[in-house]
């Protein structure tokens, strides 16, 4: 199975920040890659899918980039509603696997 | 409203079963891949695996933690999909989510996503 591997795994960030987490995959799968936040006590939320396509509905302050192993999200100004736990999730094969997570908290 | 909504969880001693449902409402069941993620108390995502649509025959991938021990259905005609638990462990206390999965073309290539999300049914192993 395709090991995804976060990081940082925690972050402490303030309203207008930039912020970037990563995502590495353990082999090559293009851009077979989404990410999606998840707010305490809710299901997850769909943001980018094929690692740079906004989700529709979706914030532009959202993006994602990367193709290959290395991906990255990036929030350009974060704002309050922003503060959530982020996954990646590859698509490229199954087992679909996805990251540990990525806690971003208010500093 | 494209809306999903478990239901069925609840406790079970360890080696039991249990079967839980997801209510599809605002598209067609027979049309979409279906899959299933839980998530531990606590933890991360996990993916349970996923089942086809009709025009696939319904073919079925499961997470090599569960395979052998679960299975997925649906009923069309009820717009339901289920999950049903056999041998369960601790290891599979969790909420479960349903999720409808969705094709996108992006330029050559295709992404499978899960744009429906169901709120979760948990489902908690003890004795």
């Known amino acids: 199975a395709i090991q995804m591997t976060q990081s940082p795994s925690s972050l402490s960030a303030s309203v207008g920040d930039r912020v970037t987490i990563t995502c590495r995959a353990s082999?090559?799968?293009?851009?077979?890659l989404g990410w999606y936040q998840q707010k305490p006590g809710k299901a997850p939320k769909l943001l980018i899918y094929g690692a740079s396509t906004l989700q529709s509905g979706v914030p532009s302050r959202f993006s994602g980039s990367g193709s290959g192993t290395d991906f990255s999200l990036t929030i350009s100004s974060l704002q309050p509603e922003d503060f959530a736990t982020y996954y990646c999730l590859q698509d490229y094969n199954f087992p679909r696997t996805f990251g540990q997570g990525t806690k971003v908290e208010i500093k | 409203e494209l809306q999903l909504v478990e239901s069925g969880g609840g406790l079970v001693q360890p080696g039991g079963s249990l079967r839980i449902s997801c209510a599809v409402s605002?598209?067609?069941?027979?049309?979409?891949?279906m899959a299933w993620v839980r998530q531990a108390p606590g933890k991360g995502l996990e993916w349970v695996g996923r089942?086809?649509?009709?025009?696939?025959?319904?073919?079925?991938e499961y997470a090599a933690s569960v395979k052998d021990r679960f299975t997925f259905s649906r009923d069309d005609s009820k717009n339901s999909f289920y999950l049903q638990m056999n041998s369960l462990n601790t290891e599979d206390t969790a909420l479960y989510y349903c999720?409808?999965?969705?094709?996108?073309?992006?330029?050559?290539?295709?992404?499978?996503?899960?744009?429906?999300w169901g709120q979760g049914t948990m489902v908690t192993v003890s004795s």
């Open positions: 089942s086809g649509n009709k025009a696939s025959s319904y073919t079925t």
């Open positions: 082999q090559d799968i293009r851009s077979d």
């Open positions: 605002g598209f067609t069941l027979s049309d979409h891949y």
């Open positions: 999720i409808r999965e969705y094709g996108h073309a992006v330029g050559s290539g295709w992404h499978e996503v899960f744009d429906i």
